[in-house]
């Protein structure tokens, strides 16, 4: 079972998840509007991931016999001033998200919940690869700069990501 506490925090990070979602769907369109259609996908597939983690927090405090309670969610920012800006902003927002998850991960430690912190290790490793996504092309669109083709090229790239579900069960 879990503590209020936890499930008073999960049921918030099913919010935070959700309203991330939301923001990549607003950079999704940003992008979009640009004709980028390979930054647009990154930042759909981006979207389902949130989807399914606020999914897996949803489930996993059912399954272990907690009240979901469903918030509702602010509208996302949604302008920006380039491509970096938008890069920029998510990686910001990604480490607010991994203070969140280390946030659920001290609670659940601290109250010796090993299931609740065998659940959120799978976070603490997904934020290790959002925050190294994010940065990555935060570096990259720094180096193409004002190089039209270069920026060709990585739209291509990045037209190429396909959401897969995640690794983990509840
Ligand atoms: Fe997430």
């Not at 399914?52 to 399954?63: G, M, S, T, V, Y």
């Not at 800006?85 to 280390?102: A, C, L, M, N, P």
């Amino acid at each position: 079972m879990l503590s209020k506490r936890l499930i008073d925090e999960m049921n918030i990070q099913i919010m935070h998840e959700l309203a991330s979602a939301h923001l990549y769907m607003a950079m999704e369109a940003y992008c979009a509007s640009l004709n980028l259609d390979g930054f647009a996908n990154w930042l759909k597939v981006q979207t389902e991931e949130e989807r399914a983690h606020a999914r897996l927090f949803f489930d996993f405090i059912n399954r272990m016999n907690g009240e979901v309670k469903v918030y509702g969610i602010d509208e996302p920012h949604d302008k920006y001033a380039s491509l970096l800006d938008v890069f920029e902003k998510g990686y910001e927002h990604e480490q607010f998200v991994t203070s969140r998850i280390y946030l659920l991960a001290d609670i659940a430690t601290e109250e010796k919940n090993h299931a609740a912190v065998s659940f959120l290790k799978w976070f603490v490793d997904e934020q290790v690869e959002e925050e190294s996504n994010f940065l990555g092309l935060i570096k990259k669109l720094e180096l193409i700069g004002d190089n039209t083709s270069g920026l060709y090229m990585l739209d291509k790239e990045l037209a190429a990501r396909v959401y897969v579900p995640p690794t983990i069960t509840v």
